[in-house]
């Protein structure tokens, strides 16, 4: 039992509601990060699927890149994550 509590979970729930497992998340070579990219990059981190650690070595993100990614779909949702529309979702100065 101890074993299971420590383990990785071998999937979660992606921002589509569907089971996401490692080999479903975006190549390590992702050079275009639309919205479901972005997004299942956090459910994996937020899940256990990846530690941050291993999400910022994967993609190259800095861990500042990956929580702006969290506070935009913690704040607006899916389309807190459009980068054509990245000004309207961010606060004013």
Request: aromatic residues 6%.
């Amino acid at each position: 039992m101890t074993s299971q509590l420590n383990s990785t979970p071998q999937s979660v729930i992606g921002p589509d509601g569907r089971r996401l497992t490692r080999a479903d998340l975006p190549p390590r070579d992702t050079k275009r990060w639309v919205i479901r990219r972005k997004a299942e990059v956090v459910a994996a981190v937020r899940g256990g699927l990846l530690t941050l650690e291993e999400a910022c070595d994967r993609y190259t993100l800095s861990v500042e890149e990956f929580e702006a990614w969290q506070r935009a779909i913690d704040r607006h949702g899916l389309a807190g994550l459009r980068t054509t529309r990245l000004q309207r979702y961010r606060r004013p100065n």
